[in-house]
C-alpha cells in the first residue's frame, strides 16, 4: 500500500515570492510517478506537475520545479514568483505497480498568496 | 474539447433516495475511477474501470455501485445514500490506467444527504 504525506496543511507566502511545499510518500514498489494536483475554489483538479521516479533529473514548469529526493521518499514542490493565481488547494499524489489502483492522495496544502 | 463531464454539479437529497451521478469522457479512454474528497482526508478511490465491463473496488466503495456498459461512461450509483456520503465526488479517466498516464479530472459533483 501507499501512502503519501503532506505536513504542511496551510502555507501563506508574500506575491512574488518562493514558497515549498512539503510531500513525502511511502511504497514498496520500484518504479512510480508522483504528482502534484492543483484545485483552486473551482473545484478543478489541475494537474501541475509530475515526476517518473527513474528519472534523477527533476521535473520543472515554468515556475514550478521539484525537489526529488528518492532516497528520502520526499516530493517537494516548489513555486517561484508566486502570483494570485496560484492561491489554491495543493495536492501531492503517487501512482505504482499497475496503476490500476489510481492514485494515492496526500491530504493537500492550502496556499494563501499575501498581496 | 476534450474532458470529463460530470451531472449534476450539485445535489441535494434525503436519507435512502436513490441517486445517480453521471460521468462521460470523449477521449475514448479505457480506464474511468471516481473519487470522493472529504475535508482534511485529500481523495479516495471509490471504484475504477479498465475498460467495459470490467470494474474493481477502490479504497472506499462501501455503499457505492457502478457499471461501465459503454466506454465513455461510468455511472456513480447510491442505492440507499446516507449522510455520511455527503461529499464531493470526482470522475476521473485516463488513456490506459498506466500509472504514468495523466488523469482527467471531471469538474466535481457537490452531493449533500440529509
Known amino acids: 500500500a501507499q501512502t503519501v504525506t503532506q505536513s504542511q496543511p496551510e502555507m501563506s507566502v508574500q506575491e512574488a515570492e518562493t514558497v515549498t511545499l512539503s510531500c513525502t510518500y511511502d511504497t514498496s514498489e520500484s518504479d512510480y510517478y508522483l504528482f502534484w494536483y492543483k484545485q483552486p475554489p473551482s473545484r478543478q483538479m489541475i494537474l501541475v506537475i509530475r515526476?517518473?521516479?527513474?528519472?534523477?533529473q527533476n521535473a520543472t514548469e515554468n515556475r514550478f520545479s521539484v525537489n526529488f529526493q528518492k532516497a528520502a521518499k520526499s516530493f517537494s514542490l516548489k513555486i517561484s514568483d508566486s502570483q494570485l493565481g496560484d492561491a489554491a488547494m495543493y495536492f501531492c499524489?503517487?501512482?505504482?505497480?499497475?496503476?490500476?489502483?489510481?492514485?494515492?492522495f496526500g491530504k493537500g496544502t492550502h496556499l494563501i498568496i499575501q498581496p | 474539447e476534450a474532458q470529463v463531464t460530470q451531472n449534476p454539479r450539485y445535489l441535494i437529497t434525503v436519507t435512502g433516495k436513490k441517486l445517480t451521478v453521471t460521468c462521460s469522457q470523449n477521449?475514448?479512454?479505457?480506464?474511468m475511477s471516481w473519487y470522493r474528497q472529504d475535508p482534511g482526508l485529500g481523495l479516495r478511490q471509490i471504484y475504477y474501470?479498465?475498460?467495459?465491463?470490467?470494474?474493481d473496488k477502490g479504497d472506499v466503495p462501501e455503499g457505492y455501485k457502478v457499471s461501465r456498459k459503454e466506454k465513455r461512461n461510468f455511472p456513480l450509483i447510491l442505492e440507499s445514500p446516507s449522510p455520511n456520503q455527503t461529499s464531493l465526488y470526482f470522475c476521473a479517466s485516463s488513456l490506459s490506467g498506466g500509472w504514468f498516464d495523466e488523469q482527467y479530472f471531471g469538474p466535481g459533483t457537490r452531493l449533500t444527504v440529509t
Open positions: 515526476q517518473e521516479a527513474y528519472k534523477q
Open positions: 477521449m475514448n479512454h479505457e480506464y
Open positions: 474501470s479498465m475498460n467495459v465491463e470490467v470494474t
Open positions: 499524489a503517487s501512482a505504482s505497480g499497475g496503476g490500476a489502483d489510481g492514485l494515492t
